[in-house]
């Protein structure tokens, strides 16, 4: 008689899950065609108004643009490369497709200080009368945190910060809050202190290059005191179904082992 098959993410590639789930993440390099990252930046530029050659119209220091759903947005998401991932990751079948690419933290080099490089992981759901997105432990409406690279990115760029392998310290923060969860800004100064030993991983890369990240990994901005823009995507990307942090048999994706990890079960 045949053995039992084995979950999609065994199948594919155990280094890549192994990575995500020590570090919290992984670089996808060339996800996306460069041609469709460039066209995605042509199109980021258009919305801000400013001259990519005149830095003198670059007023502030961060630009945020809401969902886009352009061809090369659309394209950029839905890379064949990506949806292996996301189904090594999060399990085929218990994430939903996107057709667009929301959240664009565009950050130009600028004397001013934006004041928004708190250490953090991201909320996914508001409640009602609240004014801050929350987290729970079950990351609910949340999948995985994705970063997309739209222009070159180095050190010298204001990469995001990332504390590797801070996910495994979320999980214990956020127990106690039960279902409801808890908001951002209550856990910002939680999960900076119990993070503070992690080391420290910058989100670099080429145009089209993606991070697929769990969605407890405690990351930053930084100010932008180099030369050229940062164009960036910060999409979340949303599960299908709830994560279940016990199932019967055994069937955790990633994301979900990884949780289980960081409550030593």
Not at 134 to 142: E, G, H, I, T, V
């Amino acid at each position: 008689m045949a053995g039992a098959a084995a979950a999609p993410w065994d199948l594919v590639d155990d280094e890549l899950v192994e990575r995500f789930l020590t570090d919290g993440f992984v670089k996808i390099e060339g996800a996306v065609p460069a041609s469709v990252a460039e066209d995605g930046a042509r199109l980021l530029w258009r919305e801000t108004g400013y001259d990519p050659h005149d830095r003198g119209t670059w007023r502030d220091p961060v630009v945020r643009l809401g969902d886009m759903a352009q061809e090369p947005f659309d394209a950029a998401v839905n890379s064949p490369a990506l949806h292996a991932a996301f189904d090594l990751l999060v399990g085929a079948g218990r994430w939903v497709p996107r057709h667009s690419l929301g959240g664009f933290p565009l950050r130009f080099p600028h004397p001013e200080e934006p004041n928004d490089a708190g250490w953090h992981i991201e909320g996914s759901y508001l409640p009602e009368g609240e004014r801050w997105y929350f987290a729970n432990l079950r990351s609910r409406d949340r999948a995985l945190l994705m970063l997309f690279l739209f222009s070159e990115v180095t050190d010298a760029d204001a990469p995001t910060r990332i504390r590797v392998g801070s996910h495994l310290d979320v999980p214990a923060l956020l127990e106690p809050y039960g279902e409801a969860g808890a908001s951002i800004l209550e856990l910002g100064p939680l999960l900076d202190r119990a993070t503070a030993h992690r080391p420290l991983a910058h989100a670099t890369g080429r145009p089209g290059d993606v991070y697929l990240c769990h969605p407890f990994l405690v990351h930053a901005a930084q100010p932008h005191h180099g030369t050229r823009p940062r164009f960036m995507a910060q999409p979340p990307l949303i599960p299908a179904v709830p994560y279940a942090l016990e199932r019967a048999d055994g069937a955790y994706s990633p994301v979900e082992t990884a949780i289980r990890r960081g409550l030593g079960r």
